[in-house]
């Protein structure tokens, strides 16, 4: 399949140029028509595979599934808006009851908004009054959001903050990063430094642990590259939190929903959070961040948090219809991931041995990255590579996203099917032979 660009969507480009403040979209040339299931087509009909899932958006296949779809359809010709903070409504609640049955023991308090970013802010907020602490730390190549708080957090790329400053009281330390370790390391040889920089520098010179009021960590860090740290670093990320009377906020924004093949993507390491914040996929393709607290922590002030659309009826609707088919088929969807999963890694292991531009293949589930560089032993990012690799892809019909300095993040639906999967990995391949020259 070769993609065309017709006169319809060169038309919107255009307009959206001049009208549409500058956001994340790059280089990208595609222009949403409709989505089904595997695919996304653009408004001159071109068809993609979708390996991208809008951003970690449509577990359950481009435009969500038909039962979600008949969900919100339904609640819209009821009722759309229940304004959730100041009246009472029954669906919010039976959805937070269905998703606390899939937290750990312990949690039991649910807080709506309608982002990533949002839930994260809550998060801010709830374990500034849970502890009354000042500070928060976070990750260097962590992303947590673009509004004033979560941005605090965001550690990413300059770009995100560079002109937004100054921030809230947020400290930072670098990430189990392996591939790429800031102490010249290599795992499991390196006796976790980066454990032990947290201790003897972060709250050792530059704020006590008493003063800390959360650790702020995406499990896998998501827009920073895909980065799986190993379980060492999580559990002792979890020590310090609990030697210190610090809270653990898991960042489950891009990483929960069982995109890893597990609900949450912390269930993998063995360890559990005091604050979870997801949003994306929770949301079933409409806006919906949510933000859950360990039930011992108690509540917040009447008044002291709120917002207009949390608990959107709509979103709701979409998101317990999606958490109910989840729920009904999580085994078989996690026996589906498991198999997708080993066959993208090994198809990805095959590639970076017979290709010097792949420097570094990682993930858990469905949330896998390939990391691109121009020599295996310099480990120099392939920056115009990666988007070089993206756009060959795109011209033969795959769409993906980039993630970090020179990685690509392979996100397809959970229920991608095996020849579409299969498909969209030779399209991958054939564009990195042809980027690298090999």
């Not at 590259?225 to 489950?252: H, Q, S, W």
Request: glycine share 10%; with cysteine; charged share 25%.
């Amino acid at each position: 399949m070769v993609v065309r660009i017709g006169k319809k969507a060169r038309s919107i480009m255009e307009r959206d140029h001049k009208i549409i403040m500058t956001t994340t979209r790059g280089s990208s040339r595609f222009v949403v028509g409709r989505g089904d299931g595997d695919f996304a087509y653009d408004v001159d009909g071109n068809k993609f595979i979708d390996f991208s899932t809008f951003v970690s958006v449509y577990n359950l296949g481009v435009n969500a599934n038909r039962e979600i779809r008949s969900a919100v359809k339904g609640q819209v010709d009821k009722m759309m808006h229940a304004a959730f903070t100041d009246y009472y409504s029954e669906l919010p609640v039976t959805f937070a009851e269905n998703l606390v049955s899939m937290m750990p023991d312990g949690f039991g308090k649910v807080f709506y908004s309608n982002s990533g970013t949002e839930a994260i802010e809550a998060a801010l907020k709830f374990s500034r009054t849970f502890t009354k602490r000042q500070y928060a730390l976070a990750f260097y190549g962590g992303f947590h959001g673009r509004t004033m708080g979560s941005l605090s957090l965001t550690a990413s790329k300059s770009v995100h903050k560079e002109g937004f400053g100054p921030f809230n009281s947020a400290l930072h330390a670098p990430y189990a990063y392996c591939y790429r370790c800031p102490f010249g390391k290599e795992y499991p040889g390196c006796g976790m430094a980066c454990v032990d920089y947290i201790k003897k520098y972060t709250l050792g010179k530059e704020a006590s642990g008493k003063e800390v009021s959360a650790i702020f960590m995406e499990p896998v860090q998501g827009e920073g590259g895909y980065v799986v740290p190993p379980k060492e670093f999580v559990e002792g990320v979890r020590d310090i939190a609990d030697e210190n009377g610090i809270l653990l906020v898991a960042d489950e924004v891009q990483s929960g929903y069982m995109r890893t093949g597990k609900f949450l993507a912390l269930d993998n390491f063995g360890v559990k959070a005091d604050i979870y914040a997801m949003a994306k996929a929770v949301g079933g393709g409409l806006p919906l961040g949510v933000t859950v607290t360990r039930k011992s922590l108690g509540d917040i002030p009447a008044g002291s948090h709120a917002n207009t659309f949390g608990g959107n009826l709509a979103a709701i609707a979409a998101a317990d219809a999606s958490l109910s088919y989840l729920k009904r088929n999580q085994t078989s969807i996690q026996k589906g991931i498991r198999k997708r999963s080993a066959a993208i890694i090994g198809r990805l292991e095959e590639m970076k041995e017979r290709y010097e531009i792949l420097g570094d293949v990682r993930g858990l589930g469905l949330m896998i990255g390939a990391e691109f560089v121009k020599d295996k032993k310099t480990k120099e990012p392939a920056v115009r590579e990666r988007e070089r690799i993206i756009e060959e892809c795109f011209d033969n019909g795959l769409l993906l996203l980039p993630a970090g300095t020179s990685t690509i993040r392979i996100i397809p639906p959970l229920t991608v099917s095996i020849e579409s999967l299969e498909k969209g990995l030779d399209i991958l391949e054939n564009a990195v032979k042809a980027v690298s020259g090999d």
